[in-house]
């Protein structure tokens, strides 16, 4: 196992494992078949929908979509 | 009343949590006996409601002599690709090379580099590409593989791999800064991993 001296390169370039590991996932969905492609590209978009509360009543929500990490 | 018995429900499970972790735990019980018996106290009347741990399937007891096969469980974000599935070996590609799970392997958590996974079964053997993940394997030979993305390799498309790894090539030749570097290594490591499991 690596002790703590050696990181891995992309984490001494100050990316977290996420980002790293998110970044893989893009880079293998991009060099799907068509079918598969397309299905796979809805998997990357991730979004939610907020909405916030006033006085016990939920405003109306807003969908946000997370657009990848740099 | 009610806001005494969630007082009663946080305190139980973190006396159960407070157990010390270890690889080789008993089979956990399915009900909780301490919160039951607390809340019977206070509440006669009504029924427990379950906990997480009467929903939690136990965990398999490590046997005493080494099992014939291994368990995996081959999870991805959106979908479970295998399901407590039986084979005789799976091969993961740790970062540490690829690595081989028969069973009975000593329990390991192993993180994984972009590259392929194959289940063999008799003599069948399914390969997937894995982006990356981790593989947990436990005493009693189940092995849990989880990865962002996994597919098949003949959804591989070679001319976009191809495409990709001149691209990132030239991209790290032309970078600056060390985040630029950084992921130009990435796209470079990805794509000759994608390359050497269409040709390999």
């Not at chain 2, 996974?117 to 003599?123: K, Q």
């Not at chain 2, 976009?160 to 570097?181: H, M, N, Y």
Request: proline share 8%; charged share 20%.
């Amino acid at each position: 196992m690596a002790s703590n001296g050696a990181v891995p390169f992309w984490r001494a370039a100050g990316m977290t494992y996420i980002t790293y590991s998110n970044i893989c996932a893009n880079l293998v969905r991009n060099c799907l078949k068509e079918p598969y492609k397309t299905e796979a590209l809805t998997r990357e978009k991730v979004h939610f929908s907020i909405s916030k509360w006033t006085e016990g009543k939920p405003e109306k929500p807003t969908i946000r979509s997370d657009s990848p990490e740099e | 009343m009610l806001r005494r018995a969630s007082g009663l429900l946080a305190r139980p499970i973190l006396a159960a949590r407070a157990r010390p972790f270890s690889t080789d735990l008993p089979a956990a019980q399915t009900a909780d006996a301490t919160f039951v018996e607390a809340w019977k106290k206070v509440i006669p009347n009504m029924d427990p409601p379950k906990t997480p741990l009467s929903f939690m399937q136990p965990r398999p007891p490590t046997p005493s002599s080494i099992p014939s096969k291994l368990t995996v469980n081959f999870v991805l974000p959106y979908a479970s690709e295998l399901a407590t599935k039986e084979v005789d070996m799976v091969i993961v590609p740790a970062t540490t090379g690829q690595m081989g799970i028969l069973p009975g392997h000593v329990a390991t958590i192993a993180e994984l580099k972009p590259g392929v996974l194959s289940v063999h079964e008799g003599s069948d053997v399914t390969k997937y590409f894995i982006s990356s993940g981790f593989v947990f394997i436990h005493a009693n030979s189940f092995a849990d593989i989880i990865a962002v993305e996994a597919m098949p390799l003949d959804q591989i498309d070679a001319s976009l791999v191809q495409k990709g790894l001149a691209d990132f090539t030239q991209k790290l030749s032309s970078a600056t800064t060390d985040l630029e570097k950084a992921e130009g290594q990435i796209g470079i490591d990805v794509h000759s991993a994608l390359n050497s499991a269409l040709t390999g």
